[in-house]
């Protein structure tokens, strides 16, 4: 089979690779449709998880499969799924105790592109099938399906680790495609008023349209001080940080009110610290609650919001600006994801 992979730090290219083998549990799916994300490019270009060699990338994809292990009960060979990025391993204490994501030690649940070959090939392996692929309804588009798979179920993490109350103020801090949806998940969960923090248009725009009431363009000045004036001074309560190096932590301490959460579902990619504003946190004890997660993968997870957008709660359709037809524009995708043209939200590639 082919594969579009890492070859290595800051090189890509299509590879060959033997095709997956599968256990009991398991499945073989190949894609219809994936799309490159910010991550890969943390992964790649600035070598966040450190060197991998001939790593197939990608974790967003749809698909349909095409052999499935003998103990696979829900899922049989020309069915179509969706594929959670993050597919965890059920038989686990870490499962067993909520926290899926970190099935196997930390950040396990992540396999694809992260530890295992991802979905950019012919052909790619899903764990424990049963638990981890959701059936792709008739009535929900494929690219509205492949943004669940990541940019959706990330951005409501976000909102969710946010604590959000009714009526609560939000700021969300990069408004690329996941904290677009950190917008959106804070509007379900009751929030009045949403800071979308970011300054491209096509970004600011889509920002509104999921529900932010105000825009902070950080070229204008520092984010802090437009955040204090839009709140005469009394900050918000929840920041949800989708983007941005690791010194955005210090503006979201200073703009976050006492008794408040900072949420962070942020991949940093770079820098061996992350810093606190001491004075700002209170000398560590301004009861600024500082939480961040991977976002939850599995089966239930994609059944929840596939019934959030089949009841019209959100339009992940809105985050697709660029579409592409063929799987050599794999490549092409991801470079776009790379160079964050000034129109671009996130592309999908139909493997057609």
Request: charged share 20%; hydrophobic share 40%.
């Amino acid at each position: 089979m082919r594969g579009f992979a890492m070859l290595g730090i800051n090189k890509v290219g299509w590879i060959e690779k033997e095709k997956p083998t599968y256990g009991p549990y398991d499945a073989i799916v190949k894609p219809i449709a994936v799309s490159p994300c910010t991550s890969d490019i943390h992964t790649v270009f600035e070598g966040a998880l450190g060197e991998r060699e001939d790593m197939i990338l990608g974790h967003e994809a749809v698909g349909e499969i095409v052999e499935t292990g003998r103990e696979v009960k829900d899922f049989k060979p020309g069915d179509k799924v969706i594929v959670p990025a993050i597919t965890p391993d059920w038989r686990t204490l870490e499962s067993q105790q909520g926290f899926s994501q970190h099935s196997g030690g930390m950040l396990a649940g992540w396999k694809f592109s992260n530890f295992k070959d991802g979905v950019f090939g012919n052909f790619f392996h899903v764990n424990d099938a049963d638990m981890n692929l959701a059936h792709l309804p008739d009535d929900i588009p494929v690219e509205s399906a492949v943004m669940l798979t990541d940019m959706v179920t990330t951005g409501f993490h976000g909102a969710e680790l946010a604590n959000i109350q009714l009526g609560d103020v939000v700021a969300v801090i990069g408004i690329g495609p996941v904290g677009l949806m950190a917008v959106a998940g804070a509007k379900i969960l009751g929030a009045s008023r949403i800071l979308g923090v970011g300054s491209r248009k096509a970004l600011t725009k889509a920002a509104n349209f999921y529900g932010a009431t105000d825009i902070v363009n950080y070229r204008n000045g520092p984010v802090e001080d437009q955040v204090m004036e839009l709140t005469n001074g009394k900050g918000v309560d929840r920041v949800i940080i989708a983007g941005a190096s690791p010194e955005i932590m210090k503006t979201a301490i200073k703009i976050v009110k006492p008794g408040g959460t900072v949420s962070n579902v942020n991949y940093y990619g770079e820098g061996d610290t992350i810093p606190i504003p001491r004075l700002d946190w209170g000398s560590g004890m301004a009861h600024k609650t500082i939480v961040g997660g991977l976002t939850p993968g599995g089966r239930d997870r994609m059944e929840k919001l596939i019934d959030l957008v089949r009841y019209n709660r959100v339009d992940p359709s809105k985050l697709v600006t660029h579409k592409f037809h063929g799987f050599s524009h794999v490549e092409e995708a991801l470079m776009l994801m790379k160079d964050k043209q000034q129109d671009l939200i996130k592309p999908v590639v139909f493997v057609d």
